[in-house]
Structure formats: structure tokens, C-alpha cells
């Protein structure tokens, strides 16, 4: 009886088509994987956090609020919202339990959020500090409204100007969010530590940048060379 085999070559070639055919799917699978996670881990993020005592994610009925927290952790990292102290935390807090907005996903809430980390970044949690004038902040007004804040025709934060305005402390990175930023005025306030490289690297459309009169120290950094668009310093 005579048998016929593949050569050696044509095995390894079949192997490796079979192997090409299922990597997509093999990468497909260790994204979803990476991309799962399960708040349940988080039920009691904010319950000692805030004028509430006691606000604790359910497992049910709490569906809007899972959503909005898993988002949030991809954005800023579980290690930033879960630090009770961090402005992170309290704008995550806050999103979920305090927030008149009720936002459940999308642009609109990476944007309000951004402005809430930002907020209690430099207000030392909102309690011990304000800023001279924050009308509408952390408010039911749309984001759009707020002091110092000027939207496109889309809704997106264009400009940021709250120049002599109290505002004191570190600079968050979630700044960066606000994709559509294209005027960054906070001269003359009490800003401390560096500038954060992401921030100047995830604001590819800012024409005007103003951070003068406060106290950063440390060198100027490189990514600001990567602002193509950049007209006033």
C-alpha cells in the first residue's frame, strides 16, 4: 500500500496559514479580555466620599452608573479612582452620585469629567479653597455654560480661560481630553509642580497656550514642539 505525505515545506506552510487565519481572532479576544471590567470590584469606591455617607454601587438597577464608572477607569486608571484623595476620585464620585446631568457615556462625559478632575485638582477638593469666580461650575448647567468655558458649534470645549482666577495646585493630565481645545488661558494663578507632557501631547488643535505668572518648575516640556498649531505662547 502506498502512502504519500506533505513534504516537510508544505506542512509548515499549511501550519503557518492556519496560525495567520487565527491570529485576529486570538488578538480580537485578548482585547475584549483586556477591556473587561468588573465594577462589582468597586461597589464601595464612594461610600465614605462626599456630603453622603453610604453611596454604594448595586449590582442591579445601577446599570448607568456601571457604565460611567468603567469608562472612567479606562480613562484615568483604577490606581488615580480609587485614591480617596485624588481629584480623580472625587470627580468620579461625583459624576456618579452628585451630578444633575446624568450622563451615561460618550464624548460628553470624557469632557465633563475632564472638567471636574480639573476643578477639584485646584480647589483642594473643592472645600478649603475657590476660585474667585466658578459660576456654573460642578452645577446642572451644561459644561458649556460654566465660567471661562467656551464650546464650538459641536459642544466641545474650545476655550479654556480662567486667567487671575485663585486657581491653585497641580495641573491634571485629564486635561488631554478635551480633544477640541484650542485656547488654554490659566496665567496669573497658583499652579504648582510640572507641566504634564500628555496634556500638551493630547491637545494637537491649541493655538494659544498661557500658562505664565504661576509656579511650575522643572524644564519647558519637548512635546510642546509637537503643537503644530501653536500660535501664542
Known sequence: MNHSFPAIGGWWRVLMLVLLLQLPSI???????KEQVDTMKYANLCATSGKTVGR??????????????????????????KMSESAQHKATCWILFD?????????????RYALAVFYF??????????????????????????????????????????????????????LSLLKDLVDLDLHGND??????????SGLKHLRSLKL??????????????????LREL
Open 27 to 33: 488578538c480580537q479576544s485578548k482585547k475584549q479580555k
Open 56 to 81: 454604594v454601587l448595586k449590582q442591579k438597577g445601577d446599570g448607568r452608573k456601571h457604565a460611567v464608572l468603567k469608562q472612567l477607569l479606562q480613562l484615568s486608571g483604577a490606581a488615580s479612582v
Open 99 to 111: 451630578d444633575p446631568a446624568h450622563l451615561t457615556s460618550g464624548k460628553r462625559l470624557e469632557q
Open 121 to 174: 485638582a485646584t480647589t483642594h477638593g473643592g472645600q478649603s479653597h475657590k476660585w474667585i469666580k466658578e459660576d456654573g461650575w460642578m452645577t446642572k448647567q451644561h459644561e458649556c455654560r460654566w465660567h471661562g468655558i467656551t464650546c464650538n458649534m459641536r459642544n466641545r470645549v474650545k476655550e479654556m480661560r480662567l486667567s487671575f482666577n485663585k486657581v491653585a495646585g497641580l495641573m491634571p493630565r485629564e
Open 191 to 200: 499652579l504648582q509642580g510640572v507641566i504634564p507632557y500628555n496634556v500638551l
Open 212 to 229: 505664565h505668572m504661576n509656579s511650575f518648575f522643572g524644564q519647558i516640556p519637548s512635546e510642546m514642539a509637537e503643537l503644530t498649531s
